[in-house]
């Protein structure tokens, strides 16, 4: 009788397949391969990672610069001419490319951590160099039109380093299992080395990030200062159209500690709020005026202004996708709001006994008003009723006279300046870009007796990091998000701190030890285990792990016939011994 026995016998690896399949098309067994990755297979790894982490710090930028997307989509219609939400596609389009690449870096993880070659297919090589340069065109683009705006990545981790650095070395320490099974399976002695050396110099780097981490909401509770006030830039222009009477009527509901507001001089000499050029965002001047839509606010008078409508744009574009939570009353009062004088703002102001703080914006060159308009906007506020000291004079221009006429006035600047250059001119605040001001320049003015308000603050975890930085005022573009923080949203003394950072430390270094100390001693259980039971070629094929997949077959092939000589021998003297008992 003849035996037949195959020479392989295949296992089902549904996953394994899968795994090559979508990272490189591999769907069938003899396609897979444990030979070492190519050269230029480990070049696109590289480029691979690259991506990854380039992405990462494009995908946190966008998510933190929330705070001003506002700003953003005013610098695309200042550009365009066109007013649209820019940060939509541009938010779509990261979040795909962010998840995509994301995705793939998880299969190039897997190949490695099962010992298959790395062989990105051609069409995910076309993915990634898209994702790439989209991702650099953005980043040139952003620095050349919105370079300031970079400083939010710096800014936002001194209120998310603490908590990133756990996420980081959490996800660093879970690498541990890979990076701790290709040092036990590798056989060269060089490449252990390099590995370990790179695993344990990221290890460490992160064990001691804390050190550079600086915030200041690292303190003693007691030394925490009061609530900063909120102003209401243009009201409150989320809920209602910007600058104009309903807006300002909606900040003070939300109880801001004053108002704030951008003025331009109308061509008969009326300040006016308006934080455009033209009229053709805010108002509904290409329909009633089209010849003149292009020309600059200035150069309308009064009563042109008034006639135009104010509101309708906010419910057409919803800015802020706030239209759809309004009711019919509101949508009414919203699409029937007027272009709102500097007088009605000040007249509103000193009625709640609220502080009004306004830029003031010089006429351009053939205004009637190009040299007057210090003097002219000085007379209309001193003419509105309001109380001296509740305005905020902002305007460097006859700085000098204008304290001479009105010295109850609280004069700000818009310029950082030495303590002695403020107080010789009679400054007692400062309006800058939030960006422009650290903890230690709050501390420094703040004994200099100079306030300081920063714009334009609208993200809770900015105002919770200012707060914690000693800010008197912020000004704001959404009152009735920050009134809902009545807290910073995390402190932490010192010490406290530490023993996080301590512990955290402690945690992971345990864990990677272990995962390293068992990796080795499985490896080892196992290879002994195969000693006692396996002849000589199952040992070599058992430790076959990192060879070549025509070695592993060759290994394979070996085992299995030496199995059926076996077998064949066995039969062979069973039937000597048959032959023998018959004779």
Known sequence: MVKHQPLQVYERQLCLSCLTGIYGCRWKRYQRSHDDTTKWECLWSFILFGTFFLLLVWFYFWWEAHNDYNEFNWFLYNRSGEWSDGTVPILATTAAGFTYIAFLMILALCHIAVGQQLNLHWLHKIGVTAALLTTVIGVISVSQMWGEEWDIISISLQATGPFLHIGALAAVTALAWLVAGQVARAEKTRFQIVVLLIYLAVLLSLYLTPLSISSPCIMERDSLKARPDVIGHQGAPMLAPENTLLSFRRALQLNVSGLE????????????????????????????????????????????????????????????????????????????????????????????????????????????????????????????????????????????????????????????????????????????????????????????????????????????????????????????????????????SPDEYCLIWVATDLVSFALVLGIFIFQNYHMIRWRMSGMRSYNPEQIMLSAAVRRSSRDVNIMKEKLIFSEVSNEVSNEENGFDYYNQGIN
């Open 261 to 492: 507001a951008e003025v331009a001089i109308s061509l008969d000499g009326v300040p006016f709020l308006i934080k455009d050029r033209t009229l053709r965002r805010t108002t509904d001047v290409s329909r009633a005026i089209p010849e003149r839509q292009y020309e600059d606010a200035s150069f309308f008078n009064w009563t042109d202004l008034r006639s135009l409508n104010a509101g309708l744009w906010f419910l057409k574009d919803d800015p802020y996708w706030t239209v759809q939570y309004m009711s019919e009353r509101e949508r009414w009062l919203v699409g029937n709001q007027t272009v709102c004088s500097l007088e009605q703002m000040l007249q509103l102001a000193a009625r709640t006994n609220l502080s009004a703080l306004f830029t003031l914006r010089r006429p351009p060159p053939g205004h009637p008003h190009h040299f007057s308009w210090v003097n002219l906007t000085l007379a209309t506020v001193l003419s509105s009723g309001i109380p001296q000291n509740l305005v905020v004079w902002s305007v460097d221009w006859d700085r000098e006279v204008v304290r001479q006429k009105a010295p109850g006035f609280q004069q700000i600047s818009t310029k950082k300046q030495l303590l002695e250059t403020l107080h010789q001119n009679g400054i007692s605040r400062l309006l800058l870009r939030y960006n422009q001001a650290t903890a230690r320049d709050v501390r420094m003015y703040a004994a200099g007796n100079v306030s300081m308000t920063l714009y334009t603050v609208n993200e809770p975890w900015l105002y919770s990091l200012l707060w914690c930085s000693g800010v008197q005022s912020v000004s704001s573009e959404a009152p009735q998000v920050l009134k809902k923080v009545l807290s910073p949203l995390w402190l932490m």
